[in-house]
């Protein structure tokens, strides 16, 4: 068996760079070199303003929907909280702060009342106790 060597020649090899192709713009660059101008050259600065945060309260809502439904608030403010989020969406954000804020509004006076008929309960609970005593 006769085995001969052959070299193979790879890019380190040549001595070529890893990408030898040359664009045709790379190459106009190489051949006529960087632009000179006379005046300076000036830039260009763009300031993107994020998009303000609406908070919509649909947690809230929905934990008042579930959980302290006092009079159906919960439940209202949970519709309006989604009104916000559409609103929000389709970018009117002065229309998703008015339904924000009423949401939010909806959602104080549900917790204040639930709050305040679970003090009503165990107070009535503790004085009926009481009473049989």
């Not at 380190?12 to 632009?35: D, F, Q, R, W």
């Not at 006076?109 to 004085?127: C, D, F, Q, R, Y």
Request: proline share 5%.
């Amino acid at each position: 068996m006769n085995h001969t060597s052959q070299t193979f020649f790879t890019r380190a090899n040549t001595g070529l760079p890893p990408n030898y192709e040359m664009l045709k713009e790379e190459h106009e660059v190489a051949v006529l070199g960087t632009p000179q101008s006379p005046a300076p050259s000036t830039s260009t600065v763009i300031h993107v303003h994020s998009e303000t945060s609406v908070p919509d309260h649909v947690v809230w809502s929905l934990f008042n929907t579930l959980f302290m439904n006092c009079c159906c608030l919960g439940f209202i403010a949970f519709a309006y909280s989604v009104k916000s989020r559409d609103r929000k969406m389709v970018g009117d954000l002065t229309g998703a702060q008015a339904y924000a804020s009423t949401a939010k509004c909806l959602n104080v006076w549900a917790l204040v009342l639930s709050i305040l008929g679970t003090i009503i309960l165990i107070v009535a609970t503790v004085i009926s106790i009481q009473s049989f005593s």
